[in-house]
């Protein structure tokens, strides 16, 4: 099984940037679907962006031309780049991999590994 550890987060102001990065150990993240949510209190988790095993990715409206998924299989690591950030933004951002043989990369039932999450803050 493999474990995700996220990094990058902090406090930012609105307009800033952010690259968040997950890091897996365990096995390599190259069969793996891998995804981006993010939740604030009292809301359900939200999906953020997600990366296929072959590099296609999906966005979640709120975040489209915005936020950028890669995938660097060799290091085993999958980033986020958020740009032009918004107040809005501001949650617990969690790394996600799955492995289902047909994934609705949107839906949270997609990915069964989950890391621990990482404070995305703005300030307007």
């Known amino acids: 099984q493999v474990q995700l550890v996220e990094s990058g987060g902090g406090l930012i102001q609105a307009g800033g940037s952010l690259r968040l990065s997950c890091a897996a150990s365990g096995r390599t993240i190259s069969g793996y679907h891998m995804g981006w949510f993010r939740q604030t209190p009292g809301k359900e988790r939200e999906f953020v962006a997600a990366?296929?095993?072959?590099?296609?990715?999906n966005y979640g409206n709120s975040v489209k031309d915005r936020f950028t998924i890669s995938r660097e299989n060799t290091k085993n690591t999958v980033y986020l780049q958020m740009n032009s950030l918004k107040p809005d933004d501001a949650a617990v951002y969690y790394c996600?991999?799955?492995?289902?043989?047909?994934?609705?990369?949107?839906?949270?039932?997609?990915?069964?590994?989950w890391g621990q999450g990482t404070q995305v803050t703005v300030s307007s």
């Open positions: 990366i296929s095993r072959s590099g296609s990715t």
């Open positions: 996600a991999a799955g492995q289902i043989s047909r994934p609705n990369y949107y839906s949270s039932n997609t990915y069964n590994v």
